[in-house]
């Protein structure tokens, strides 16, 4: 079955960086486009990046452009996160999604926790 396990999240000081990594198993992983979402308390699930199933494509929300950075391995079935320039409204669990044969699946979250 799908499965998709983050990790890589922690505890960083205002302006440092992090980087997530999701593995994904159990679908054809190069086929399909990637994105991480993030979840802050008392907060709405948002979206955080986009990546096609290439690579050659990705999306960014306003929030995140010019700091944050998706990438994957297809040879790896891993989708990254980069996240530098980090600040407290960057806390929150990241999410990695996918959307296979129409239904989404989401892996159990990594915290992120930006605080000096």
């Known amino acids: 079955q799908v499965q998709l396990v983050e990790s890589g999240g922690g505890l960083v000081h205002p302006g440092g960086s992090l980087r997530l990594s999701c593995a994904a198993s159990?679908?054809?992983?190069?086929?399909?486009?990637m994105r991480w979402y993030r979840q802050a308390p008392g907060k709405e699930r948002e979206l955080v990046a986009y990546?096609?199933?290439?690579?050659?494509?990705?999306n960014y929300a306003d929030s995140t452009k010019g700091r944050f950075t998706i990438s994957r391995d297809n040879a790896k079935n891993t989708v990254y996160l980069q996240m530098n320039s980090l600040n407290a409204e960057d806390t929150a669990v990241y999410y990695c999604n996918a959307v296979v044969h129409v239904r989404n699946y989401w892996g159990q979250g990594t915290q992120v926790t930006v605080s000096s």
């Open positions: 990546i096609s199933s290439t690579g050659g494509t990705t």
């Open positions: 159990g679908f054809t992983f190069n086929n399909y486009p």
